[in-house]
């Protein structure tokens, strides 16, 4: 796992499988499965302009909106969950 620092509110995981989940102001907002392509979390209500201008900033290509407890299970069934929360 690798830690990509953007800037101080913008950050990405990158895992080995070629996952990478993108933060913005601490929350996983966006991220790229090989396998699936580029997805974003749906627009919460309270979230400024700046992290829908990040995340818009951030994908390459059009993403799948997906809730964030999706970006979770992607991670997990990626085996990679155990690489981000060890216990």
Known sequence: MRFNPIDKDRYELCFSTGVTVFFSCGEPVAGYIPTFGYVKTASKKGWFNKTNRHVKDWLKEEAKEVNVK???????SSGLYKEWYPS
């Open 70 to 76: 999706d970006l979770e299970g992607f991670i997990e």
